[in-house]
Nanobody, 122 residues
Framework: QLQFVESGGGLLQPGGSLRLSCMSS????????IGWFRQAPGKEREGVLC????????YYRDVVKGRFTISRDNGKNTVYLEMNNLKPEDTAVYSC???????????????WGQGTQVTVSS
């Protein structure tokens, strides 16, 4: 089955840092843009940021600029989400998806995984 497997979530206090991983299963990442998304309780899923095959980063949400960054390791078929200075409003299930470009991923991402829970609470 072609999908992503997300990991690295957890419970942490405000101001903390976390690194999430998104590994592809059944396909390679080389030709895909990969985006991270999140869904908070009672809210719709929203795009967070995305990395093109060129490693150019697109931020879907300005509120994470300066705190979140994304990177990819095609050799490991893995994309990472580095999150710093976490806030309670960052609490959500984080998942990733692929597409031909970040402009495609935001509305038509593919290979969704189950996601990983991030909870920020004091």
């Amino acid at each position: 089955q072609l999908q992503f497997v997300e990991s690295g979530g957890g419970l942490l206090q405000p101001g903390g840092s976390l690194r999430l991983s998104c590994m592809s299963s059944g396909f390679t990442l080389d030709y895909f843009a990969i985006g991270w998304f999140r869904q908070a309780p009672g809210k719709e899923r929203e795009g967070v940021l995305c990395v093109e095959t060129s490693n150019h980063i697109t931020y879907y949400r300005d509120v994470v600029k300066g705190r979140f960054t994304i990177s990819r390791d095609n050799g490991k078929n893995t994309v990472y989400l580095e999150m710093n200075n976490l806030k309670p409003e960052d609490t959500a299930v984080y998942s990733c998806a692929a597409g031909a470009a970040c402009s495609v991923v935001i509305d038509n991402g593919s290979y969704w995984g189950q996601g990983t829970q991030v909870t920020v609470s004091s």
